[in-house]
């Protein structure tokens, strides 16, 4: 067991790298980079930090020293062997040969290009340009390196004594919560929390916990380093980056109406009918799903993230329903900002009427809220992504039926508006 206190008091962070291995990412990262790798590779683009939680000023908490060290020995890793070994011939969702061999070898020689950092305002100004293929994959690193820095600078001034009592306060909260999925057996969910956890160790000691004390509601991890190191199950499949990009590349108003589907019917096309789960909410889930193709209900399931959840699995169950597919042969997994109590409540609102499941995330991962031992809120999480802000020369947009959560410039995003429109659009505070 873990002794954090111990090890944090007595460590020194100098020495300490937080991404450890190139797995250490979404697994859905690996899916989506093999494909833009076989379709897209030089396609331009640029990520950009955005931190919602514009009251904390990071610039202010994290040196600059610090975070460059960090990005700097991000770029100087490489893929090990055997963890392209297990890449190339683990079984993942039944299969041992979703990566292709030349992929695989791709990856052996693959380097994350540079980055360019300024301070604005007491925030950070962190971005990555370059060709598709090798921007992609800093995403779910710089988010893991912000988030960290900011729990060491949080952590700096405990002593011994006050690291004890925080990681004892907040291990009771987790079993607390674990305690509650208990009541639940028939729950499944995953861990989703790489992007905003609190530090690598905590995930993985997280994790652990909730594997060993969930059994079969435990059905894996969206971390590839964790799935590699324990034998879990690597969960996901793609994200919003897919359809934004592909909007960028559209020459008409029609045909960035239908990039959000033709770019399915590709995925469709690479993984030869797997990994078919759709996420909906791009641009939209109302208008996503009133114009979709046919061919997209008989897709295995849908991962909802934006819209309220209950509205969002009403509407998904009633779209199942008029295109003549059984919901309870579909999968459904909540995945925003989830808590214990949420997933409860959606598990018996849809249990028996969908397969739901859910991607617990920040809320697994970085939930310090009120365990401070001086009262602080320091180690609160923070709403913190890490998204596409041009591609092909054009800035990106991403709508969200949360318009707290809407991306880009106002122009496009009056365009896209324009586009797409806003049925089923409710503005929500965002907390992660």
């Known amino acids: 067991m873990m002794d954090f206190a111990t090890r944090i008091h007595n460590h020194n962070y100098r020495l300490d790298p937080i991404i450890r291995s190139l797995l250490d990412t979404d697994f859905y990262k690996f899916l989506m980079h093999q494909f833009i790798w076989m379709l897209y590779p030089r396609v331009p683009v640029t990520f ?16 600059e020293e610090a975070l460059r060290a960090q990005l700097d ?6 893929f090990r062997e055997n963890e392209l070994i297990w890449l190339a011939g683990n079984r993942f969702y039944g299969r041992r040969d979703i990566f292709r061999p030349e992929y695989i070898d791709y990856l052996r020689s693959f380097r994350l290009p540079d980055y360019q950092l300024e301070t604005i305002d007491g925030q950070y100004v962190l971005t990555f340009a370059g060709a598709w293929t090798e921007v992609t994959m800093w995403e779910i690193y710089a988010l893991a390196i912000i988030s960290e820095l900011r729990t060491r600078a949080a952590m700096a001034s405990l002593d011994k004594f006050e690291l004890d009592i925080l990681y004892a306060q907040t291990k009771t909260k987790i079993w607390g919560k674990i305690k509650r999925l208990h009541e639940w057996p028939q729950l499944r969910l995953a861990e989703f929390g790489t992007r905003r956890r609190h530090s690598f160790l905590w995930q993985e000691w997280v994790t652990d916990v909730m594997a060993s004390e969930l059994g079969p509601a435990f059905v894996g991890t969206s971390n590839a380093h964790l799935a590699f190191k324990h034998s879990y199950e690597a969960i996901g499949t793609n994200s919003h980056e897919l359809p934004m990009v592909a909007a960028c590349l559209a020459d008409s108003d029609e045909a960035l109406k239908s990039a959000q589907y ?51 699995g009403e509407e998904v169950i009633a779209w199942y329903k008029a295109r003549g597919q059984d ?48 009262g602080l809120n320091t180690l609160d999480p923070i709403s913190l992504v890490c998204k596409v802000t041009h591609a092909n020369g ?25 586009i797409f429109g806003q049925d089923g659009f409710r503005h929500a505070d965002v907390v992660v």
Request: net charge positive.
């Open 48 to 63: 950009g930090l955005i931190n919602r939680t514009k009251e904390v000023r990071l610039a202010a908490i994290i040196p």
């Open 73 to 78: 020995h991000c770029r100087s890793l490489r």
């Open 394 to 418: 054009r800035a990106a947009v991403k709508l969200s039926d949360n318009p707290a959560k809407t991306t880009g410039s106002p122009p496009e995003i009056a365009r896209y508006t324009r």
């Open 327 to 374: 919901p309870l042969r579909k999968r459904c997994m909540f995945s925003d900002g989830l808590e214990v109590d949420s997933m409860i409540e959606l598990h018996k609102k849809f249990r028996g009427r969908i397969r739901e499941s859910f991607g617990w995330g920040t809320m697994a991962t970085n939930d310090f809220r009120g365990c401070h031992p001086r």
């Open 262 to 312: 033709d770019v399915l019917a590709k995925w469709q096309e690479v993984y030869d009918g797997e990994l078919l789960i759709i996420l909906p909410d791009t641009f939209g889930m109302t208008q996503f799903l009133r114009d979709a193709p046919d061919w997209t209900s008989r897709w295995t399931g849908m991962r909802l993230d934006s819209k309220e959840p209950v509205a969002a």
